[in-house]
Structure formats: structure tokens, C-alpha cells
């Protein structure tokens, strides 16, 4: 038996069963009743066809919804995060607001109301300042008196749902 044939032989078996012609198909036969090596090939090629075939077919589900799951849980967490920043963001640029507000407030009416209440000129530049932190202070006293798994959940949630909404 020449190479060539092996060659031939063995071209066959790895392109499968499928693919052959008949006359192929028939000359692969009676080379492999031949020749034990390249039966011995075929055979490894057919069980290890089967076994990646059982492998792939009892895996499947399993894996799948293993993965599923595992990009599911990572693409929460990113959401989770992206929340969270957005609502740094949000909460930052409203602090930021809410004094701004407060101090441009107290300093178009705290002279007046220095002079009402009778206290003290040099307590409006100090008032300025306080204004300014009020509300910064304010919210941290928020934040200390509302438990805060209660707050996150709540501010959590809301933006996930919405998304969840979104999604379906
Ligand atoms: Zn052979």
C-alpha cells in the first residue's frame, strides 16, 4: 500500500461520512478492511465524534444556563454601578444647586433680615458661608438619621426597574 493511499484514506475519514460519493465511500471501505492502521484512525475519529457529540449534547442546558446566568449576574452588577454613579452625579449636582441657592438667597435677603431681626451687620459674610453649607449639612443629617439600606434600596431600585421596563 502506497502513502498516497493512506493519505487518501485518512483525507476521507476526517472529512466524514457525509461528505463521501459513493465510489469514495466504497473505495475507503475496502482500503480500511485492508489496512488496520487507517481503521484504527477511523475508529478514533468515530468515538471521538460521539464523545464530543454526548459531551456537547449532556452539557448544554447546564452550561448554557450556567452562563446565561453568569452574564446575566455581571451585567447587573455594571447596571448596578452605572446607578450608583448616576446617582452620585445627580445627588452632587444638586447639592451643588441647592447652595448656590441657599447662599445667593441668604445674600440677597440676609442684610434685610440681619436688620429686622436686630442682629449684628457682621454676621451676613459668616451667613453667607452657612447658607452655602446648609444644605450640604442638611443632607448628611438625612443621611445619618435614614437608615441607609433603606435609602439605597429605595434609590436603587427605582432606576433598575425602570430599565427592567425598558428591557421588556
Ligand atoms: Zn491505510
Not at 3 to 20: M, Q, V
Not at 92 to 121: D, H, N, Q, Y
Amino acid at each position: 500500500m502506497t502513502n498516497h493511499e493512506h493519505e487518501r484514506a485518512t483525507d476521507l475519514i476526517t472529512r466524514g461520512p457525509e461528505e463521501l460519493t459513493g465510489l469514495d465511500a466504497a473505495w475507503l471501505e475496502s482500503h480500511l478492511a485492508a489496512c488496520s492502521e487507517c481503521a484504527e484512525f477511523a475508529g478514533l475519529i468515530g468515538s471521538t465524534e460521539q464523545l464530543l457529540r454526548s459531551v456537547a449534547v449532556t452539557a448544554d442546558p447546564a452550561l448554557v444556563a450556567l452562563t446565561q446566568a453568569r452574564v446575566r449576574a455581571r451585567a447587573e452588577q455594571l447596571r448596578e454601578h452605572q446607578t450608583r454613579v448616576v446617582l452620585i452625579s445627580i445627588s452632587f449636582c444638586i447639592g451643588v444647586l441647592a447652595s448656590t441657592a441657599s447662599a445667593w438667597l441668604w445674600w440677597k435677603v440676609g442684610g434685610w433680615v440681619v436688620e429686622r431681626v436686630g442682629l449684628p451687620v457682621s454676621i451676613v459674610g459668616p451667613g453667607v458661608l452657612l447658607f452655602w453649607l446648609l444644605p450640604a449639612i442638611a443632607v448628611a443629617v438625612l443621611m445619618v438619621v435614614v437608615p441607609t439600606p433603606l435609602l439605597e434600596k429605595s434609590l436603587m431600585l427605582s432606576p433598575a426597574r425602570e430599565r427592567e421596563g425598558e428591557i421588556r
